[in-house]
């Protein structure tokens, strides 16, 4: 049984899925190196436009790191496999469309670094979500000290991290930790339909875009507005600048080819 699923259903866009739904899909070494592949494989698309992410059955996104395997590892192992969801987690961070998150159940730890390495996130009504380590005597490791204050904001991170709290899907969305709540049956849906409301933009603009504002986060105004001119000109010379103001123009749906 294959733990990554990948499927390709809508034109530019992929799902990729975590398929240990009896181990509420949590991040086993095997299930890491077959995630590794997939981005890979997706990395080399050019068409591609957006990717989301989300877990196998209706209980959990990701519970994190396999506690289960990780118990009969030893030390140097453990370090090893902890650097591997780190690295892994990066990659989906700094891959280079759009990736939303459809987070259908538990998101904890790793879990929930996972997602926040995702640019979008969306959560069924079910979905509960943490950075429990600290409950674990360890602390985030996979980029969760990093990436929640950026998105919530410091002072609450704080909070959630140092109480290992555990919250709802509407009480992530009410500090924006994710952008949406829907109902169980219908996450899959809705995160197709973002998906696609992408997609139907051209790909060299969305990765200009994602660049543009990944890179500018963390430095001065003047620095960030220097990288969106280098990424905005990158576009002046694609073949889909021109098809955008022809299809202005003409009054029609451009048809972006993303050259």
Do not use: W
């Not at 090893?80 to 987070?103: D, H, W």
Request: aromatic share 2%; hydrophobic share 45%; with cysteine.
């Amino acid at each position: 049984m294959k733990l990554i699923e990948m499927n390709r259903e809508t034109k530019g866009v992929a799902i990729i899925t975590l398929n240990r739904s009896e181990a509420a899909n949590a991040l086993s070494k095997a299930l890491l190196l077959e995630l590794n592949e997939a981005i890979a494989e997706l990395q080399n698309d050019s068409q591609l436009r957006a990717v989301i992410v989300t877990g196998a059955g209706e209980k959990a996104f990701c519970a994190g790191a396999d506690l289960k395997e990780r118990a009969g590892m030893e030390e140097a192992e453990v370090k090893e496999t902890v650097k591997l969801i780190g690295s892994t987690i990066t990659k989906l961070a700094n891959f280079p469309v759009p990736v939303i998150a459809a987070i259908n159940g538990a998101a904890f730890g790793g879990g929930l670094e996972l997602a926040l390495a995702c640019d979008l996130r969306l959560a069924s009504e079910t979905a509960k979500m943490g950075l429990t380590e600290t409950a674990l005597g360890i602390i985030p490791g996979a980029g969760g000290t990093q990436r929640l204050p950026r998105v919530i904001g410091v002072a609450v991170a704080k909070e959630l991290i140092y109480t290992a709290r555990r919250i709802d899907a509407h009480t992530a969305n009410s500090i924006g930790l994710v952008s949406r709540v829907v109902a169980q049956g219908k996450l899959i849906e809705e995160a197709k339909k973002l998906a696609q409301e992408i997609a139907e933009n051209a790909p060299l603009s969305l990765r200009a875009a994602k660049a543009a504002i990944n890179e500018g986060l963390d430095v001065s105004l003047e620095a960030g507005l220097a990288i969106e001119k280098i990424q905005y000109n990158t576009t002046i010379r694609s073949n889909d600048r021109l098809e955008g103001l022809a299809a202005f123009k003409e009054k029609r749906k451009p048809v972006f080819t993303g050259k």
